[in-house]
């Protein structure tokens, strides 16, 4: 601002006698120096002239005093005389108001002039003054002047204290007068001179001795504002020194501690005078009696917080946490952090008083946008959870602990990451069993706590550049950010570590499980296993990634020990789960992390803390991946003895891989008793066994596998045989190694047979694993000797029941669904070790009957897969043995539940279906017939996993055989009268049905059924041509039959093949057979009625059955079906050659009936070459020969000869091209001869000769000779079926 004009300061009285130098005209208002000089010295002025003089000079100095100091500085008596008088006025002047004038410009002038003399001067006037002052009320100028000059002059404290200390003994004394304003002026004067390190300690002895007792007792009964400010001014200036501490404490609570619990009153004890300024409703004293107690504290809390907690002066700093002033609560924030340190703090239970308060204020502060108000009450938080003894419970009900749950999630969820980071700590140390107990566990409340912690971690930025840093600034900037982020996910994984510590803590204490209130009724939520299992989410959701993930750009060794350590504390959340946990974190690579940590971070001393919770973590680790491992033998004997190996040895494996593998390579001294070499040797092993196990290969797999060699020549050597742990992760690991590098030498593989012949159980080394088998599969060496041992423990670890139930539709050279990846990766094995076959052989004959099984199941899919007649030999062979053993040994009961028996019968099957063509049977092969069938014979029509592949291999024997081989197995079959009266009980099971509405047989039943008429029709059609001797006739209810015929969805269309396959037999003979016989059922109770002249001609059937019969026929034909379509046609040709000599018009109703028109049409809307379908073809050749003009007609005959026209007929297939040669004959003899209505003009004839000329030839033998196929476990001859 602009000063304002005022009058000129000129008085014409004195100004005459002037020099003009004294005028200075420069300024807004003129002044003459030497007038104003003379108005303040006059005698008898009116004092407000004086006051107005002084103000006027005391601005021009203030604002000029470039103008005015050099001409004071000029004339240096002039100069003394005007400070005389104004110093002079100090000891005149009554009137405060104006006695601050003088002073003022006092001041000024001895700053402005900057002479010593001047100070001087002041100083000996004052010191004078004082001491010939004739009360200590004039002294309240001299004091006051000596505090402004003090204010102003930067060495006015030394100068006071070390050249004029005789005023010391004044100042002491102006404490003693009841003048509050003089003791004011005092304590601020001593204020300023104790601010001062070194004049503080040179007044040490004048505080102990006199200013000491004065200043508490001044403290303690002070009224006014100003003085209350000065002492508590003095006092914080006092307390910045430890010895005036202790003389304070000293006197005001001497002997107070936390072993005396009584306070020692004194005249003015500190903490009850704070205390007593703490109750004021003054903010300011209350900030600093708050700050001064802090000051005491922070020199030795356990020595002077006693004092203060007897004094109950926790409890009302408590009180004033109920404020708005956030000075006042950092203060008390400062002092209750300081009195955390002091356990009486808490033993006095201050801490259950004032914990609500304190939650309270945090919701206040968190309202505003103090950064360091928020950090500070959180800190102040966390120590008195931290601190709080376990005896004593902090949260006294559920309310209360709420609270402090929703205060420290509105802290965590701070933006500012400083206040978050301090909101974390918090969580962690909550989390402690004696805060959250009450019962119940709020677990609900504590998960919110860990997610809201973690999820603050995920939602972290990337620290990004500061753009506006260049260079190193910036790295140091982005580092710092980084450092920042690290310690906050350090605290948040503490936090973490301690929820895991406490799920665990909680697990031995039962009302700790689940809370006891929750109705029975009610789902129970919050439980120990709810919030274990939590747990375990968060790891693998958030705790996990948000580490590794900033690992990435930095790794922090204080980081990575709080998160091995916590890893390994979640082994023993929730047991059950370890193993999968275990799994989970191997194969995720974390045996390599802790070894690249220990290596990295570990050297030597270094880092003992990560070191350590490294090694515990791989220690725990691999005892739990062994344990859930699959041994054969399970030892805990073997368990201790690996986990005292890796407990003496981790801490000293800090090795990168190449020195892990040269350690792994190095030979013992022969002469040297120390076995840590080989300890740390086979711990290396036992670490890349667990590690490779989950398919973390770390360690590149051509240098380990030198290096295991190594290892082996070193144990040849030396002759040593390590334990079979350590051997079992050899073994695996060459296996695993194998396939990358070259095979193993003579000497190596000696070594390995020389320790496993030591060991005598084979499954302790063993490791269920297709890469192990393959590696002993690869060395003759190793599987001449261990071989039977290594596949007998392979197949009792394998599981076959799913293979093994799989129900496959398999042809000749079929495929096969996809099986377990074992169970392929064996069979790929067997494949290309075609020796091992003969090893499985001997499992078969020496074997248990669990792993005889699975071998049976192995061979019967090998063979599936692989065309191989040789072994087909060879399994025969030994199925022949097996066969005969079983019946020697067992009775008919017992091989009626053995379980071997199906899977050997249905590998006999198989073997005998790898001959697609027909083959002379040898002796072997009627052995086994006869085996086969007189076992069958002992079997009930219910033993259908045995009668089914018998069944099988039965009508194979009938079907793909020569015909001097048929006429001896029909022999065979048809003397074993126990086995015809078996089969006629299994055909019967054929009309069993329980009701209308149901299945008249299960579906296992219906194959058995299927297979059983298959195997009837073929022996029928055999005992007929070779016209063999009969031992037991089968009887047929013809009622039922025809019944059982009758076209229905519930039964498979396979049944209804099969069962045709019969009747086309039986009619071909006539219905006349020594084998079978259709029977009428007869009621005693009804007269038999004669049969009527229809009946009588088609005897054994009716009218009633021939009828029934055509609309089954019918009905099964447009189901469009292959292998039924063949079947119905065939039976329809064989019905009516059957009919046609017994009775010709029935015969020829049957073929003129219209349905037989629609039913042609139905087939006919096939697709493309529908009229050349072979089943087609013979419907219409059927048709034609008994003449029915109203079905067949000339355009069907033109469709038929136009289509064969337009068909290149070199590429139909055999049945198709002999089907449409007989159909062409058919008709051109129909025209020959005449004699029907359906006449064939010339322009066919011709064609018909044109076609018959064109028609390729056909291989009989193929025609006949069509393989044999497998159909839902039935086995089905498709040169049956075609015949």
């Known amino acids: 601002m602009e000063e304002v004009a005022a009058e000129p300061l000129v008085f014409e009285r004195f100004h005459r006698r002037h020099d003009s130098r004294w005028l200075l005209e420069s300024l807004p208002s003129p002044l003459c120096l030497a007038c104003a000089m003379e108005a303040v010295k006059e005698d008898g002025a009116p004092l407000v002239r004086k006051q107005y003089v002084l103000s006027r000079l005391c601005d021009v100095l203030t604002c000029h005093a470039a103008l005015i100091i050099p001409l004071l500085a000029q004339d240096e008596r002039v100069c003394a005389h005007f400070m005389s008088t104004l110093f002079e006025m100090l000891q005149t002047v009554e009137d405060n108001s104006v006695l601050n004038l003088p002073i003022e410009v006092l001041v000024l002038l001895v700053v402005e002039l900057k002479l010593d003399r001047y100070l001087h001067y002041l100083l000996d006037g004052c010191q004078k003054e004082l001491c010939k002052v004739a009360t200590t009320r004039a002294s309240l100028p001299m004091f006051v002047l000596l505090g402004k000059l003090a204010d102003a002059i930067p060495n006015f404290t030394e100068v006071l204290v070390f050249e004029h200390s005789n005023m010391m003994q004044h100042l002491a004394a102006g404490l003693i007068y009841p003048n509050e304003s003089i003791k004011a002026a005092v304590c601020y004067l001593y204020g300023k001179l104790y601010s001062v390190p070194s004049a503080a300690e040179r007044l040490l002895m004048h505080f102990i001795e006199r200013l000491c007792c004065l200043f508490l007792t001044t403290l303690k009964n002070a009224q006014t504002k100003e003085l209350q400010l000065n002492c508590m001014g ?253 310690q906050f996910l350090q605290s948040a994984l503490e936090c973490f570590r301690n929820a895991c510590r406490l799920a665990v803590e909680c697990q031995n204490d039962p009302l700790a499980q689940e809370n006891a209130f929750t109705a029975p009724s009610l789902e129970k939520r919050d439980t ?96 739990s991946l062994h344990s859930s491992s699959e041994k054969m033998v399970g030892s805990s004997q073997e368990e201790q003895e690996i986990s005292e190996l890796l407990r003496r040895s981790l801490p000293q494996l800090n090795l ?12 013992p001294d022969s002469f040297c008793l120390d076995e840590t070499l080989r300890n740390h040797q086979y711990s290396l092993l036992l670490l890349f066994y667990f590690a490779f196990s989950q398919d973390d290969r770390f360690v590149p797999e051509a240098e380990l596998f030198s290096a295991i060699r190594s290892f082996l020549l070193s144990l040849q050597d030396l002759g040593d045989c390590p334990p079979p742990y350590v051997f079992r992760a050899v073994l695996y690991l060459l296996a695993i190694c194998q396939d990358k590098t070259n095979a193993l030498d003579l000497t190596s593989l000696s070594a390995i047979r020389r320790v496993l012949d030591v060991i005598s159980d084979f499954s302790l080394v063993y490791v269920h694993h ?94 599936k897969r692989n065309e191989d007649i040789h072994v087909c030999d060879l399994l025969r062979s030994q199925f022949l ?30 073997v005998q279906l790898r001959h697609a063509t027909e083959r002379e049977l040898d002796s072997t092969d009627f052995r086994l017939l006869h085996l086969v069938s007189s076992l ?104 039922k039959f025809f019944r059982a015929i009758a076209f229905r969805k519930r039964k498979p269309l396979l049944f209804f093949v099969s069962i045709l396959q019969f009747l086309k037999a039986f009619f071909r003979q006539n219905l006349s057979s020594s084998y079978v016989k259709f029977v009428q059922p007869i009621d005693e109770h009804e007269k038999e009625l004669p049969l009527s002249k229809e009946d009588a001609s088609l005897y054994p059937l009716t009218m009633q059955h021939v009828l029934s019969l055509v609309i089954s026929l019918q009905n099964l034909l447009v189901q469009k ?147 044999m196929v497998c159909l839902g476990g039935v086995a089905v001859s498709l040169s049956h079926i075609g015949d």
């Open 936 to 1039: 069958s014979g002992k079997c009930s029509p219910t033993d259908l996993e045995i009668l089914q592949p018998s069944l099988n291999f039965l009508y194979w024997s009938l079907q793909q055989t020569t015909p001097s081989s048929q006429r001896r197995v029909v022999a065979m079959l048809l003397s074993n009268s126990r086995l015809l009266q078996l089969l006629e009980r299994v055909l019967q099971l054929t009309w069993m049905s329980t009701s209308p509405t149901e299945p008249a047989v299960l579906s296992s039943n219906e194959a058995l059924l299927c297979s059983a008429w298959l195997f009837f029709a073929s022996l029928l059609k055999q005992q007929h041509i070779y016209n063999a001797q009969v031992h037991h006739v089968i009887c047929l209810d013809v009622d």
């Open 881 to 910: 043995q097996i066969l005969q053993k079983l019946l020697v040994e067992n009775s008919s009961s017992i091989l009626r539940v053995n379980q071997i028996l199906p899977l050997l019968l249905n590998l006999l099957f198989l």
């Open 770 to 863: 297709p890469l192990l088998l393959n590696f002993f599969l690869r060395y003759p060496e190793l599987m001449g000797r261990f071989g039977h041992r290594i596949l007998q423990l392979w197949f009792s670890c394998e599981d076959y029941s799913q293979t093994e139930s799989e129900d496959d539709v398999v042809m000749l050279s079929g495929g096969f669904s996809e099986s377990p990846s074992n169970f392929n990766s064996f069979l790929c094995m067997l494949k290309d070790n075609p020796s091992a076959l003969l090893v499985l052989l001997d499992l078969v004959c020496l074997g248990t009957k669990e792993v005889i099984r699975k071998v049976l199941v192995v061979l019967k899919t090998f063979l």
């Open 1121 to 1267: 079906d292959m292998l039924l379509s063949q079947t119905v046609v065939g039976c329809l040709e064989v019905l009516l050659e059957y009919l046609h000599p017994k009775n010709q018009d029935i015969a020829c109703h049957i073929v003129s009936q219209p349905w037989n028109k629609f039913l042609l049409i139905t087939l006919l809307d096939g697709g493309e070459n529908s009229f050349l379908h072979p089943d087609t073809l013979r419907l219409f050749a059927l048709f034609l020969r008994y003449q029915s003009t109203r079905i067949i007609s000339q355009s069907e005959i033109s469709h038929i000869l136009e289509e064969a026209a337009n068909t290149k007929l070199p590429e139909l297939s055999n049945v198709t091209v002999s089907t449409l040669r007989s159909f062409l004959l058919l008709v051109s003899s129909l025209e020959k001869l005449r004699s029907g209505k359906c006449q064939v003009d010339p322009a066919q004839v011709a064609s018909i000769q044109v076609l018959l000329e064109s028609l390729p030839t056909t291989s009989r033998i193929q025609h006949r000779h069509q393989g």
């Open 656 to 667: 990168r891989v190449p020195e892990s593998l040269n350690l792994l390579s190095e030979t």
């Open 234 to 486: 003095l006092l914080k200036q006092l307390l910045k020194y430890d010895n005036f501490v202790s003389v304070i404490m000293n006197n005001s609570g001497k002997g107070a501690n936390s072993a005396s619990p009584e306070l020692f009153e004194g005249e003015s004890p500190l903490p009850l005078v704070l205390k007593k300024l703490l109750l004021s409703r003054d903010e300011i004293l209350q900030v600093a009696s708050a700050q001064c107690m802090a000051a005491v504290l922070v020199h030795s809390p356990t020595k002077y917080a006693p004092a203060f907690i007897h004094a109950d002066v926790p409890e009302f700093l408590f009180e004033c946490l109920f404020c708005t002033s956030e000075i006042l609560i950092w203060s008390i924030y400062c002092c209750l952090l300081l009195l955390t340190e002091e356990q009486l703090f808490f033993s006095k239970c201050h801490t259950i008083y004032g914990i609500e308060p304190v939650l309270r204020s945090l919701k206040e502060v968190f309202r505003h946008n103090n950064v360091e108000l928020n950090k500070q009450g959180l800190l102040l938080f966390t120590e008195i959870l931290k601190r709080q003894p376990v005896e004593i419970k902090l949260f006294t009900n559920i309310g209360i602990f709420k609270d402090a749950i929703n205060v420290l999630l509105e802290a965590v969820s701070c933006p500012v990451l400083e206040v978050a980071a301090e909101g974390v700590k918090a969580v962690a140390a909550i989390l402690r069993k004696d805060h959250v107990n009450f019962p119940p566990i709020l677990y609900g409340e504590l998960e919110k706590l860990v997610e809201s912690v973690l999820k603050q971690c995920s939602d972290l930025p990337p620290p990004l550049p500061n753009k506006k840093l260049m260079g190193h600034s910036a790295v140091r900037h982005q580092n710092k950010a980084i450092s920042q982020q690290g």
């Open 528 to 623: 120990l296993k709810s919030f274990s299992e939590f747990l375990l989410r968060m790891s693998d959701s958030l705790c996990i990634p948000i580490i590794m993930k900033f690992s990435e750009r930095a790794v922090r060794p204080a980081l990575m020990e709080v998160f091995i350590s916590t890893l390994n504390i979640l082994f023993s959340v929730i047991p059950d789960t370890c193993k999968i946990f275990s799994i989970k974190l191997a194969s995720s690579s974390f045996i390599r992390l802790n070894l690249e940590l220990k290596a990295k971070f570990c050297p030597g001393q270094s880092n003992p803390a990560l070191n350590q919770a490294c090694s515990s973590f791989l220690h725990s680790l691999c005892l």
